[in-house]
């Protein structure tokens, strides 16, 4: 059976520069796969150049059984491959609803769907349903990172990265977070995790 995810001699970088070479990694379906290294080793650009943000110099992403490496990043996205990026990525002038309607719009999603998977979002993340038409950048950061990933998950993912989860939040947010990134598998989403609290990531992961 193959990997949902395999990466093979993965190089990338920025400008010429690799960052990241000869890398290998697979991720099975139903599995949380952490990957862990120092500041600096490459494991955002590993998260940026799988999901397209960055060209791979060389190397193979075979995704669901497809090549993706020279596929557009909303391409890649569409296929069930999403990232939720450090810094979160979202837009603080719009507000939560819009931001989670943007993203199934951006994904294709019909109207009467999108319906469906809001619901299914506000039940992993309660807090989001009453937070509807508040202002993205008036949130907490646990709030906000909530909503990275809701919006992540309103596209319906096979495979869900996450970078950096936790940096800047609470313990207790971190917590919180932890024990809800851990029932994805079970909703058929499996995980990539960028993580600084290594403990917290082997303890949460399948491999790493």
Known sequence: MSALLEVRGLRAGYEGIPVVVGLDLTVDAGEIVALLGSNGAGKTTTLRAISGMVSAMSGVVVFDRAVVSDDAPERIARRGLVHVPE???LFPNLSVGETLRLAGALAGVSKGALNERLAAVHETFPILAGR????????SGGEQQMLALARGLVMRPKLLMIDEMSQG????????LFEIVARFP???TSVLLVEQ???RALALSSRA
């Open 132 to 139: 509807s038409g508040q202002t993205v950048g008036t949130l």
């Open 87 to 89: 810094g979160r990525g």
């Open 186 to 188: 079970a909703v058929g």
């Open 169 to 176: 939040l609470a313990p207790s947010v971190v917590d919180d």
């Open 197 to 199: 609290f290594v403990h």
